[in-house]
């Protein structure tokens, strides 16, 4: 019961707050970026993200310090000066490039599922990223991370 509770709260504070802020999402600026418990380099480290350009979602923020969600529902608060514009998103699914945006074009790579991919251009269904050494086009169903 006490659980369903907490489940039902959770629900509910991560919807009131996707409707006051919206879905703002941002990308880490370094490879290093500690996630604290709360808003204050007082408050000790949770965890640390070790990789650059990987998409959260903010949920709050406080002063200079932004609280995140991650792909796997990881949350905590940055400082703001860690963070950037969004530039990428997250298949949430295995995912095939293409090398032009079209399901007959050539196929260039099978993406796995929680691979970073770094966007370069997309249209209404279709993001032209870059991964590794492999650059092309991926059906944007799916993803976590914001397109626009």
């Not at 504070?13 to 600026?29: D, M, P």
Request: charged fraction near 25%; include cysteine; proline fraction near 4%.
């Amino acid at each position: 019961m006490l659980k369903k509770i907490y489940i039902s709260t959770l629900i509910l504070f991560l919807f009131h707050y996707t409707i006051v802020l919206g879905e703002t999402f941002l990308s880490l600026k370094k490879n290093k970026v500690n996630v604290r418990y709360g808003p204050s380099f007082d408050s000790p480290i949770k965890y640390v993200y070790k990789k650059i350009n990987l998409p959260i979602k903010q949920i709050d923020k406080k002063e200079n310090w932004r609280r995140i969600i991650d792909s796997k529902n990881n949350s905590g608060w940055i400082h703001w000066s860690q963070l950037k514009k969004v530039n990428s998103i997250i298949p949430l699914e295995n995912k095939i490039l293409f090398k032009k945006p079209s399901i007959y074009s050539e196929p260039l790579a099978k993406i796995k599922k929680g691979r970073v991919l770094v966007l370069d251009k997309c249209d209404s269904i279709w993001c032209r990223v870059k991964t590794g050494k492999f650059k092309g086009w991926i059906k944007t169903n799916n993803i976590w991370g914001s397109t626009n």
